[in-house]
């Protein structure tokens, strides 16, 4: 990502208070208020949102489907975390690893290596090491522990996001996540009431430590996945993660889980178990990049914090745990929270080279303008030589009041509720 793209703000406030424009007070709570006066239900409720909030939920019911798998696996005494993220990572190699080997150009598996194969190999590491660490946790904290910090992904995210994909979020943003979060209070205070407050408590700390780490790791494999799928290619980013979490993941495999292997009592019901687990991981890495192209990392990491509660539906009827009204409170709040992120889009600059032949386009500034609603303006030929030669700048105004944008040449420059966000 080059320095060039980076947003550069600048105010209108230069102007003075004679001339109307708005306060620096103004200028930056009027995103906010604007959410509630400008926008009506059906400009909110998009295809392009609703869309996002299906495919968001489908993600956390395949990691339903891993965390039930997980329980029935655990009822026969079977442990064995790094082969079941083996399973996955395996299928990942065989799918997509084996396309990139068939690519020509510098889509072929050889160039990618030859170019950037120390940076997915990194990636592979820290994606196969976030697995396994939170996994680790449960035999030293409590489940309540791990439901909270594991919510720690999301600000490393906003940050990693802010400062590598220039991301630039607003007031509502903010808001939206702190919902969500409470969403997830109520969660866990229905576990702590239900007496689900499960888990060792042998080493709180190096457990609280283990799930923060893996927070972490977790929020880094997702903004390097995020850049790679909009401004490279989801089977690129899929093929590599197969090639590298295989490698590492059967290293690991061999040197910690070897004994426990040999244990493992093998009938149809575990091999079904392995297989299902397997099956919902891989269709889970295959479908976060689509969603996370539609929107973001935050985002998509903000609709997962419902697969917990999809897990204690099943488990109520599953493994018969007690209902609290809270579940559904949680959800409810959580789902709001998703919905107000999501609805007011945020400020990412226009990847600077397309995606790969075959992958549709990921969308731009002016494309998520339009999802969300708003009309383009195209300036004609006469309208552009009146700006002179010289300016080669893209300007897009966005009035939230008037749903419109004006679109001019290169680069993209944004003027929303009295905030200039230039593009450079």
């Not at 992958?359 to 383009?376: I, N, Q, R, T, Y």
Request: with cysteine.
């Amino acid at each position: 990502m080059e320095g060039n793209e980076g947003w550069r703000y600048k105010g209108l406030l230069q102007k003075g208070m004679e001339s109307g424009e708005p306060t620096e007070s103004e200028a930056y709570h009027r995103p906010w208020r604007s959410f509630f006066s400008s926008y009506r239900l059906r400009d909110v409720f998009t295809w392009h949102l609703l869309k996002v909030i299906a495919m968001g939920q489908a993600l956390s019911m395949l990691i339903c489907g891993t965390a039930v798998t997980c329980q029935y696996l655990a009822d026969r005494e079977v442990n064995t975390p790094m082969l079941q993220s083996f399973l996955n990572y395996a299928l990942l190699f065989l799918t997509y690893t084996i396309t990139l080997a068939f690519r020509k150009g510098d889509e072929n598996i050889l160039q990618i290596l030859k170019a950037k194969w120390w940076k997915y190999l990194f990636l592979g590491l820290a994606d196969v090491e976030a697995n396994y660490t939170v996994v680790m946790a449960y035999q030293f904290t409590t489940l309540t522990s791990i439901q909270l910090l594991d919510c720690f992904v999301i600000p490393v995210l906003m940050v990693l996001s802010w400062i590598f994909l220039k991301t630039r979020y607003k007031v509502v943003h903010y808001v939206a996540v702190g919902v969500c979060l409470l969403g997830v209070g109520a969660m866990v205070g229905a576990d702590l009431l239900s007496g689900r407050d499960q888990g060792s408590t042998r080493s709180v700390l190096l457990g609280d430590g283990l799930v923060l780490l893996s927070a972490a790791l977790y929020a880094l494999s997702n903004v390097c996945q995020e850049y790679t799928v909009k401004n490279l290619s989801s089977i690129e980013f899929l093929g590599m993660v197969g090639l590298f979490g295989t490698l590492f993941s059967g290293i690991q495999l061999a040197v910690l889980e070897h004994k426990a292997i040999a244990m493992i009592k093998w009938d149809w019901a575990v091999v079904l178990l392995f297989t299902v687990y397997g099956l919902c991981m891989f269709a889970l890495y295959s479908l976060m990049p689509m969603v996370i192209k539609l929107t973001s990392a935050t985002a998509v990491n903000l609709s997962l914090l419902t697969a917990d509660l999809f897990s204690l539906f099943c488990g109520i009827y599953l493994f018969h745990y007690s209902f609290s009204g809270l579940y559904i409170v949680s959800f409810v709040v959580i789902t709001a929270g998703f919905v107000i992120f999501n609805a007011v889009p945020t400020l990412t600059p226009v990847p600077a080279s397309g995606p790969s032949e075959g992958e549709p386009e990921s969308p731009s500034v002016e494309e998520d303008a339009v999802s969300h609603g708003a009309k383009l303006d195209v300036p004609s030929e006469n309208d552009e030589q009146e700006g002179g030669s010289g300016s080669k700048c893209t300007e897009m105004q966005w009035s939230q009041s008037e749903q419109t944008c004006h679109l001019n040449n290169n680069a993209t420059c944004c003027v929303q509720e009295g905030a200039d966000m230039t593009l450079e």
